[in-house]
């Protein structure tokens, strides 16, 4: 491999971006060099006890005041009402009548000004904890999760993003300097990963006959051009043959039906039901995307179509978590591009809002009823801890017990994983 | 039929972004709704204002039961004057006004009953009617019975005479949009989300059968959402037609864009005809009423608002006004001559209705 | 003071004791190779055999691989000299430009979206500037003079204009793409770990494109760059507790500053900007880089140009990484690099020259096979040769031809393989294309995917097609080993063969998992 010497002067230069072969054969380590954080597990599967997250991504900026930080009665609080929760003194929207009663096991944070009205840069900032700089691209949480927890070994894919309708795939840039090895595999509409099932024709027999073959034929290479590059192409195969075996785990019709129910018997419930299912088999990132809250017109009769949605689905995954023990070692974070704004717009709309709005976190290491940040009477402005999406970023790794301010090291130099600027939000850690 | 010369005619000015209006029966009042949760009633004759308190949420719903009088007859004396609001003039000058009740529902599934006629509010009794919003409230033209839907997919009627339950009609799959009765008596349509328009025998608590409004509907695949119903909802005096109002051709429904549409259905056959403003009109249709002419108009808004007039079917025959904010609600005067549109700047613009040559309907026969 | 001893290396270079006239090109690349490394001729490899030269010439220098009837003919010629007697055939074939269109594309555009300029345009103009052998600096200038504006040249402002024309990004690729260093971690202040990296550096290239912007806007797909006739680069270190303001002009790293006219009040402009005129100011300090960027002045330039195309034939460069060009990271072989860089200036910035004569050296001819037993050698040295994954390009049409019929199909059949390929073994925008790890989707794709499937079946006068119509089990090993791996299978090979087609009643389907397990295999994805 043409790295592996140049490497070898300067432990820091392992990265993954450079070299065919990258992260197979220098593990972990090689990206944090010395004194670096290491891979949870190294096992290939997840334990009960081995950390994980889950983000349910809001697309589209869902409205603070119709979910975690109702106004009634004011000039912007609209119709709704606030209701309250299984925490004393904590309200929320009438739109989360089953997300209330598990207000206990979620903390809010209510004072967030991650200042950008703009779609893909609020989703950016929210997702790598970071804002856009021109020339660098930032990991997301989703890579940085895949790559911390679930490391070099995971057998699963380690970052995954379900999402509404089809379009499967595979990204190539939310894992940035991390390499595509932890990039996203996109779940469209919760469907497997593109390619994943056998083609039809193609037998147990046939596919044990070729690939006898291939191995045999890479064997022969191998014994005069073995590299660390053509051994990650072989094990590639071997990955691939992994997930082929365990494709079941995308198989969310498998779940008992029960809970199925329980979930509720449409795209999104179905696909948190999904989430559950992979991150119980060991993968340590999901990401659900629910859309679409993005309600410049009919802001109201949208949230309460969209948030009933999300409502009960969302209740059970807490209850199914932690039935199953999982919830200890998941992290769940609810999340958005923004918020909405305040103001009542002239078509019953609310606009985009970054300026101040909430975010709600439960499970692992977070502090159960925790509300941190306020705002002001009628929502327009924080006014009591004032965070960004670099605190939240901190506070996730915090959560899953690593350590946010430790560094990267993409091309030779040292890149924080978190940003440096900002610090968790310790009031809502446990 | 003829089309009526339609002409700015005053405003009162709320100074809250306004939800709805509606005429008292006589037309003496007007009543509006505002997202601060109050329902407001300004006394034409006299430009006095009256506040009613006691809703926690937004008032759509409005309808009236006449003491005495059945509803749509039109007033002994002439249409009042209009004045503008707090003109001044002191309300013992007016005559006092036909005793009437005054019935409103609001987004947390409450209904209120008040005086209405009474210089202060006064209030009557209340309901827990729906489970979320109520969205349209009516009342029978015999003022016997309100009739009330809402988003827990249900129309629920009330006796008038003392806001006890009488009846629920299951059979919407989604929100209930917005109801209307007939004329005649002993029908009750009601229109949901998805466009469906039901024909009920509410005295017997039967579906009689489902018109078809769909066009007002869509699911936006790209939003993922539902976007839909009836806005505005009304039965033509005879009871030939029945005109349903909203938003069709949506291309985005986060934005609200899409055309308005008002689609008449002939209510013995069903058969719906579309009315289109002649212009090229990005929005929402938010009320819509039939004048005694047979003219239908509506109102509508997206980026300002309009006001449309149909003289007959012929879609090309629509004329247009501009309305000066986002009209919300249309209310029309019992004796048709004058529309109310509510608006989004907190301001109710009048306009007179004046009609040239009232010519008789073209349709022979009331269905029934 | 790295600035001081980068200029001595480069002096030395120009005035050093000249090598003996009498030697090409290839061969003093040889004696330099083997200088860098002690008894280099008794632990380099051997040079590799025809099997392992047709195959690694024809990838590099067409992009595809040779037929098995070329292979046949190759192995059968009993020349000396058919090396470079094919080196010259594949150098005057037209699949060299298209070849060139496609690695230089991923050199200048890095996968980025194609927004403003649309592929097929971007493609035929570098295929044409390389059937042309248009020299790399005018191709160069020309990628930077252009604006967009002119119908016939505006494919050439795809590096400005699919970067949005956004002054970080462009300056950051200025750098690594053309000059052979990133600059980025000297945006905010000197480079941390490099100190010949200069904050100054980052902001004197920023200023020749800080003026420049997308007209109308950078959403536009047909927006062409404008410029302002006004504003200046400032910049403070983030590192320095004074907060000196420091201002630059454009000025390259390493060069003087740029002597600037300074127009008369009123007459900055040609065209003064107004509510839709795209304003041209009457001094364009973006017209000055192209020139100043490509100029042998500018040593940077020659010294990345080559040490680029070193790294597409050598599969290293010999300053490695590509883009960290300094003298804390010296070159391999610093006094071949300047050799390379001298002579291609020299030669008038010929691309195809260059690449003959390294095509012609022992040290791209050597085996990748590695001398059994010891250690891995050192990359840096060239001792044996590196192997090289195959581009998306490279991979898609291989894997075409290596599966097709006998005779070649028509590019339009192959373009729709290629961009299925580049989807999937394509890097991600922005980021170098030669560096990533093989990913589960690039190997679910091989496994399962509809295009590999369909090439591999049975289909009319395809490998497939054509093997199972050859009832001699040796005779179909032979046409298969030739037509995907390029030489003769071994014995055992044969016998593979052979028994898996033994009493096989659909050989169509057997041979197709055979051709699979080849076309999937290390020895087929590696150029080596």
Same mark, same amino acid.
């Given at each position: 491999?043409?790295?592996?010497?140049?490497?070898?002067?300067?432990?820091?230069?392992?990265?993954?971006?450079?070299?065919?072969?990258?992260?197979?054969?220098?593990?972990?380590?090689?990206?944090?060099?010395?004194?670096?954080?290491?891979?949870?597990?190294?096992?290939?599967?997840?334990?009960?006890?081995?950390?994980?997250?889950?983000?349910?991504?809001?697309?589209?900026?869902?409205?603070?005041?119709?979910?975690?930080?109702?106004?009634?009665?004011?000039?912007?609080?609209?119709?709704? @009402?606030?209701?309250?929760?299984?925490?004393?003194?904590?309200?929320?929207?009438?739109?989360?009548?089953?997300?209330?009663?598990?207000?206990?096991?979620?903390?809010?944070?209510?004072?967030?000004?991650?200042?950008?009205?703009?779609?893909?840069?609020?989703?950016?900032?929210?997702?790598?904890?970071? @804002?856009?700089?021109?020339?660098?691209?930032?990991?997301?949480?989703?890579? $940085?999760?895949?790559?911390?927890?679930?490391?070099?070994?995971?057998?699963?894919?380690?970052?995954?993003? $379900?999402?509404?309708?089809?379009?499967?795939?595979?990204?190539?840039?939310?894992?940035?300097?991390?390499?595509?090895?932890?990039?996203?595999?996109?779940?469209?509409?919760?469907?497997?990963?593109?390619?994943?099932?056998?083609?039809?024709?193609?037998?147990?027999?046939?596919?044990?006959? @070729?690939?006898?073959?291939?191995?045999?034929?890479?064997?022969?290479?191998?014994?005069?051009?073995?590299?660390?590059?053509?051994?990650?192409?072989?094990?590639?195969?071997?990955?691939?043959?992994?997930?082929?075996?365990?494709?079941?785990?995308?198989?969310?019709?498998?779940?008992?039906?029960?809970?199925?129910? @329980?979930?509720?018997?449409?795209?999104?419930?179905?696909?948190?039901?999904?989430?559950?299912?992979?991150?119980?088999?060991?993968?340590?990132?999901?990401?659900?995307?629910?859309?679409?809250?993005?309600?410049?017109?009919?802001?109201?009769?949208?949230?309460?179509?969209?948030?009933?949605?999300?409502?009960?689905?969302?209740?059970?995954?807490?209850?199914?978590?932690?039935?199953?023990?999982?919830?200890?070692?998941?992290? $769940?974070?609810?999340?958005?591009?923004?918020?909405?704004?305040?103001?009542?717009?002239?078509?019953?709309?609310?606009?985009?809002?970054?300026?101040?709005?909430?975010?709600?976190?439960?499970?692992?290491?977070?502090?159960?009823?925790?509300?941190?940040?306020?705002?002001?009477?009628?929502?327009?402005?924080?006014?009591?801890?004032?965070?960004?999406?670099?605190?939240?970023?901190?506070?996730?790794?915090?959560?899953?017990?690593?350590?946010?301010?430790?560094?990267?090291?993409?091309?030779?130099?040292?890149?924080?994983?978190?940003?440096?600027?900002?610090?968790?939000?310790?009031?809502?850690?446990? | 039929?003829?089309?009526?010369?339609?002409?700015?005619?005053?405003?009162?000015?709320?100074?809250?972004?306004? #939800?709805?209006?509606?005429?008292?029966?006589?037309?003496?009042?007007?009543?509006?709704?505002?997202?601060?949760?109050?329902?407001?009633?300004?006394?034409?004759?006299?430009?006095?204002?009256?506040?009613?308190?006691?809703?926690?949420?937004?008032?759509?719903?409005?309808?009236?039961? *006449?003491?005495?009088?059945?509803?749509?007859?039109?007033?002994?004396?002439?249409?009042?004057? &209009?004045?503008?609001?707090?003109?001044?003039?002191?309300?013992?000058?007016?005559?006092?006004?036909?005793?009437?009740?005054?019935?409103?529902?609001?987004?947390?599934?409450? &209904?209120?009953?008040?005086?209405?006629?009474?210089?202060?509010?006064?209030?009557?009794?209340?309901?827990?009617?729906?489970?979320?919003?109520?969205?349209?409230?009516?009342?029978?033209?015999?003022?016997?019975?309100?009739?009330?839907?809402?988003?827990?997919?249900?129309?629920?009627?009330?006796?008038?005479?003392?806001?006890?339950?009488?009846?629920?009609?299951?059979?919407?799959?989604?929100?209930?949009?917005?109801?209307?009765?007939?004329?005649?008596?002993?029908?009750?349509?009601?229109?949901?989300?998805?466009? #469906?328009?039901?024909?009920?025998?509410?005295?017997?608590?039967?579906?009689?059968?489902?018109?078809?409004?769909?066009?007002?509907?869509?699911?936006?695949?790209?939003?993922?959402?539902?976007?839909?119903?009836?806005?505005?909802?009304?039965?033509?005096?005879?009871?030939?037609?029945?005109?349903?109002?909203?938003?069709?051709?949506?291309?985005?429904?986060?934005?609200? #864009?899409?055309?308005?549409?008002? #689609?008449?259905?002939?209510?013995?056959?069903?058969?719906?005809?579309?009315?289109?403003?002649?212009?090229?009109?990005?929005?929402?249709?938010?009320?819509?009423?039939?004048?005694?002419?047979?003219?239908?108009?509506?109102?509508?808004?997206?980026?300002?608002?309009? &006001?449309?007039?149909?003289?007959?079917?012929?879609?090309?025959?629509?004329?247009?006004?501009?309305?000066?904010?986002?009209?919300?609600?249309?209310?029309?005067?019992?004796?048709?001559?004058?529309?109310?549109?509510?608006?989004?700047?907190?301001?109710?613009?009048?306009?007179?209705?004046?009609?040239?040559?009232?010519?008789?309907? *073209?349709?022979?026969?009331?269905?029934? | 003071?790295?600035?001081?001893?980068?200029? +001595?290396?480069?002096?030395?270079?120009?005035?050093?004791?000249?090598?003996?006239?009498?030697?090409?090109?290839?061969?003093?690349?040889?004696?330099?190779?083997?200088?860098?490394?002690?008894?280099?001729?008794? !632990?380099?490899?051997?040079?590799?055999?025809?099997?392992?030269?047709?195959?690694?010439?024809?990838?590099?220098?067409?992009?595809? =691989?040779?037929?098995?009837?070329?292979?046949?003919?190759?192995?059968?010629?009993?020349?000396?000299?058919?090396?470079?007697?094919?080196?010259?055939?594949? +150098?005057?074939?037209? %699949?060299?430009?298209?070849?060139? %269109?496609?690695?230089?594309?991923?050199?200048?555009?890095?996968?980025?979206?194609?927004?403003?300029?649309?592929?097929?345009?971007?493609?035929?103009?570098?295929?044409?500037?390389?059937?042309? /052998?248009?020299?790399?600096?005018?191709?160069?200038?020309?990628?930077?003079?252009?604006?967009?504006?002119?119908?016939?040249?505006?494919?050439?402002?795809?590096?400005?204009?699919?970067?949005?024309?956004?002054?970080?990004?462009?300056?950051?690729?200025?750098?690594?793409?053309? +000059?052979?260093?990133?600059?980025?971690?000297?945006?905010?202040?000197?480079?941390?770990?490099?100190?010949?990296?200069?904050?100054?550096?980052?902001?004197?290239?920023?200023?020749?494109?800080?003026?420049?912007?997308?007209?109308?806007?950078?959403?536009?797909?047909? %927006?062409?760059?404008?410029?302002?006739?006004?504003?200046? !680069?400032?910049?403070?270190?983030?590192?320095?507790?004074?907060?000196?303001?420091?201002?630059?002009?454009?000025?390259?790293?390493?060069?003087?500053?740029?002597?600037?006219?300074?127009?008369?009040?009123?007459?900055?402009?040609?065209?003064?900007?107004?509510?839709?005129?795209?304003?041209?100011?009457?001094?364009?300090?973006?017209?000055?880089?192209?020139?100043?960027?490509?100029?042998?002045?500018?040593?940077?330039?020659?010294?990345? %140009?080559?040490?680029?195309?070193?790294?597409?034939?050598?599969?290293?460069?010999?300053?490695?990484?590509?883009?960290?060009?300094?003298?804390?990271?010296?070159?391999?072989?610093?006094?071949?690099?300047?050799?390379?860089?001298?002579?291609?200036?020299?030669?008038?910035?010929? !691309?195809?020259?260059?690449?003959?004569?390294?095509?012609?050296?022992?040290?791209?001819?050597?085996?990748?096979?590695?001398?059994?037993?010891?250690?891995?050698?050192?990359?840096?040295?060239?001792? =044996?040769?590196?192997?090289?994954?195959?581009?998306?390009?490279?991979?898609?049409?291989?894997?075409?031809?290596?599966?097709?019929?006998? =005779?070649?199909?028509?590019?339009?059949?192959?373009?729709?393989?290629?961009?299925?390929?580049?989807?999937?073994?394509?890097?991600?925008?922005?980021?170098?294309?030669?560096?990533?790890?093989?990913?589960?989707?690039?190997?679910?794709?091989?496994?399962?995917?509809?295009?590999?499937?369909?090439?591999?079946?049975?289909?009319? /006068?395809?490998?497939?097609?054509?093997?199972?119509?050859?009832?001699?089990?040796?005779?179909?090993?032979?046409? +298969?080993?030739?037509?995907?791996?390029?030489?003769?299978?071994?014995?055992?090979?044969?016998?593979?063969?052979?028994?898996?087609?033994?009493? !096989?009643?659909?050989?169509?389907?057997?041979?197709?998992?055979?051709?699979?397990?080849?076309?999937?295999?290390?020895?087929?994805?590696?150029?080596?």
């Amino acid at each position: 491999m043409a790295d592996a010497h140049y490497a070898c002067r300067t432990a820091a230069h392992r990265s993954t971006r450079r070299g065919f072969l990258g992260s197979a054969a220098l593990g972990a380590a090689g990206v944090f060099g010395a004194g670096g954080v290491s891979a949870a597990s190294a096992a290939g599967t997840l334990t009960k006890a081995g950390k994980r997250v889950m983000v349910i991504f809001l697309s589209g900026g869902s409205s603070q005041l119709e979910t975690w930080d109702p106004k009634p009665g004011t000039d912007t609080g609209g119709p709704f @009402r606030a209701i309250p929760t299984s925490v004393p003194g904590v309200h929320v929207s009438e739109l989360l009548p089953h997300t209330a009663k598990q207000m206990h096991r979620l903390a809010l944070v209510r004072g967030i000004n991650t200042a950008e009205d703009e779609h893909g840069r609020g989703a950016t900032i929210m997702l790598t904890g970071r @804002r856009p700089e021109p020339g660098i691209e930032y990991p997301h949480i989703g890579a $940085v999760a895949a790559k911390l927890l679930g490391g070099e070994s995971q057998e699963l894919p380690g970052h995954i993003h $379900v999402l509404p309708g089809g379009g499967g795939g595979f990204s190539k840039q939310d894992a940035a300097f991390l390499g595509p090895r932890f990039a996203s595999v996109w779940l469209g509409g919760g469907q497997a990963p593109e390619n994943v099932l056998r083609p039809g024709g193609l037998t147990d027999d046939a596919d044990a006959r @070729r690939e006898a073959l291939r191995k045999k034929l890479n064997d022969r290479f191998a014994a005069s051009r073995k590299s660390a590059a053509t051994e990650a192409y072989a094990e590639s195969f071997d990955q691939a043959e992994r997930v082929f075996r365990r494709a079941e785990v995308f198989a969310v019709e498998k779940e008992p039906a029960a809970l199925a129910d @329980r979930y509720g018997r449409h795209d999104f419930g179905r696909h948190l039901l999904l989430a559950r299912r992979l991150l119980e088999a060991g993968v340590p990132f999901v990401r659900v995307t629910h859309s679409n809250f993005d309600t410049h017109h009919e802001n109201f009769d949208f949230h309460l179509e969209q948030v009933a949605e999300f409502d009960r689905p969302f209740a059970t995954l807490l209850d199914d978590l932690a039935d199953r023990g999982m919830l200890q070692s998941t992290l $769940v974070v609810v999340m958005s591009e923004f918020g909405r704004t305040p103001r009542i717009n002239h078509l019953y709309g609310r606009d985009h809002w970054s300026k101040a709005w909430s975010v709600a976190l439960g499970g692992a290491g977070i502090k159960g009823g925790a509300v941190v940040g306020k705002t002001n009477a009628n929502g327009t402005a924080v006014t009591d801890r004032e965070v960004n999406g670099g605190h939240l970023f901190h506070t996730y790794l915090r959560a899953v017990g690593l350590n946010p301010t430790k560094n990267f090291y993409p091309a030779d130099r040292p890149v924080p994983i978190a940003d440096p600027k900002a610090a968790a939000i310790d009031e809502v850690l446990a | 039929m003829s089309a009526p010369q339609v002409r700015p005619d005053g405003v009162w000015k709320v100074g809250k972004p306004l #939800i709805g209006c509606r005429f008292d029966p006589s037309g003496r009042f007007l009543f509006a709704s505002a997202e601060d949760h109050m329902v407001r009633r300004l006394d034409l004759r006299t430009g006095g204002v009256v506040g009613f308190t006691g809703h926690a949420s937004w008032v759509r719903g409005m309808a009236f039961v *006449p003491h005495g009088r059945p509803v749509g007859r039109s007033a002994n004396e002439p249409p009042p004057g &209009l004045l503008a609001a707090g003109s001044g003039l002191s309300q013992s000058a007016a005559p006092r006004p036909e005793p009437f009740t005054v019935v409103t529902g609001d987004y947390h599934g409450r &209904l209120l009953w008040w005086r209405g006629d009474l210089p202060a509010p006064q209030f009557v009794w209340s309901a827990e009617a729906h489970a979320g919003w109520v969205r349209a409230v009516a009342v029978s033209p015999d003022g016997s019975v309100v009739a009330s839907c809402g988003n827990d997919h249900l129309v629920k009627l009330w006796r008038a005479a003392d806001g006890s339950p009488l009846r629920t009609l299951a059979g919407h799959d989604c929100h209930v949009y917005n109801l209307a009765f007939h004329p005649a008596g002993d029908r009750l349509a009601s229109c949901d989300l998805k466009g #469906i328009v039901k024909d009920w025998d509410w005295r017997a608590g039967r579906l009689v059968r489902d018109l078809d409004a769909k066009p007002l509907h869509k699911y936006d695949t790209g939003f993922r959402a539902d976007i839909g119903g009836a806005r505005g909802m009304a039965f033509d005096g005879a009871g030939w037609r029945l005109a349903v109002a909203g938003i069709t051709n949506v291309s985005n429904a986060f934005a609200g #864009i899409g055309n308005p549409l008002v #689609i008449t259905l002939d209510w013995a056959t069903g058969k719906p005809t579309q009315l289109k403003p002649k212009e090229a009109f990005e929005g929402t249709a938010w009320g819509v009423g039939f004048l005694p002419s047979g003219a239908v108009v509506a109102a509508g808004a997206r980026s300002g608002g309009r &006001l449309w007039v149909w003289a007959g079917d012929d879609p090309a025959s629509a004329a247009v006004v501009n309305v000066p904010s986002d009209g919300r609600d249309l209310a029309l005067s019992p004796a048709g001559d004058r529309a109310a549109v509510a608006c989004w700047d907190g301001t109710v613009y009048f306009f007179s209705l004046a009609v040239t040559a009232a010519a008789p309907s *073209p349709r022979p026969v009331a269905a029934r | 003071m790295p600035v001081v001893a980068i200029v +001595l290396v480069w002096a030395a270079a120009q005035t050093g004791p000249a090598p003996p006239p009498r030697l090409t090109l290839h061969e003093r690349i040889d004696a330099l190779v083997a200088a860098g490394h002690p008894g280099y001729d008794q !632990v380099a490899a051997p040079l590799a055999d025809d099997a392992e030269f047709f195959r690694r010439v024809t990838l590099d220098m067409n992009g595809t =691989v040779p037929s098995a009837a070329e292979a046949r003919a190759f192995f059968a010629d009993p020349s000396a000299d058919k090396r470079r007697i094919l080196v010259d055939r594949l +150098l005057a074939d037209p %699949a060299y430009a298209r070849r060139m %269109a496609e690695f230089f594309d991923v050199v200048f555009m890095e996968r980025r979206r194609d927004a403003k300029v649309p592929r097929a345009a971007w493609e035929e103009y570098l295929r044409a500037a390389f059937a042309a /052998d248009t020299p790399y600096d005018r191709l160069v200038r020309d990628l930077l003079s252009a604006d967009g504006t002119d119908p016939k040249t505006r494919a050439a402002a795809k590096f400005f204009l699919d970067r949005n024309m956004e002054p970080d990004v462009v300056v950051r690729d200025l750098g690594r793409v053309f +000059l052979g260093r990133d600059l980025r971690c000297a945006q905010c202040h000197d480079h941390p770990l490099v100190d010949d990296y200069k904050q100054g550096h980052y902001h004197g290239l920023l200023a020749f494109v800080s003026r420049s912007f997308l007209f109308p806007n950078a959403e536009a797909a047909t %927006a062409v760059l404008a410029e302002k006739a006004d504003g200046e !680069v400032n910049f403070v270190s983030v590192f320095d507790p004074k907060k000196t303001q420091k201002k630059t002009g454009p000025r390259l790293p390493g060069a003087e500053p740029v002597a600037e006219p300074t127009p008369a009040k009123g007459k900055e402009y040609t065209v003064a900007p107004a509510n839709g005129a795209r304003p041209i100011p009457a001094y364009s300090r973006r017209a000055q880089l192209a020139g100043r960027l490509t100029s042998p002045d500018n040593p940077a330039f020659a010294r990345t %140009a080559v040490n680029r195309l070193w790294a597409m034939m050598l599969g290293r460069g010999l300053v490695h990484p590509l883009d960290l060009d300094h003298p804390g990271n010296p070159p391999s072989h610093p006094e071949l690099l300047d050799l390379l860089a001298a002579e291609f200036v020299a030669h008038g910035y010929d !691309v195809r020259w260059l690449l003959r004569e390294i095509a012609l050296t022992k040290t791209y001819q050597r085996s990748s096979a590695a001398p059994p037993p010891g250690e891995e050698p050192p990359a840096d040295r060239y001792l =044996v040769g590196i192997l090289k994954p195959l581009s998306a390009e490279q991979f898609a049409r291989a894997t075409v031809r290596a599966t097709g019929p006998a =005779v070649p199909e028509a590019e339009a059949v192959v373009a729709g393989q290629v961009a299925a390929f580049r989807r999937t073994f394509g890097g991600g925008p922005g980021e170098p294309d030669a560096g990533t790890s093989p990913t589960l989707d690039q190997a679910l794709f091989l496994k399962h995917g509809g295009s590999i499937r369909g090439l591999t079946a049975r289909r009319n /006068d395809g490998l497939t097609d054509r093997l199972a119509k050859l009832t001699d089990p040796n005779a179909a090993a032979d046409e +298969l080993f030739l037509s995907v791996l390029t030489r003769l299978p071994t014995a055992d090979e044969r016998w593979d063969v052979a028994a898996a087609l033994d009493g !096989v009643k659909d050989r169509g389907a057997t041979l197709a998992e055979i051709v699979w397990a080849l076309a999937v295999s290390a020895e087929f994805r590696f150029n080596h």
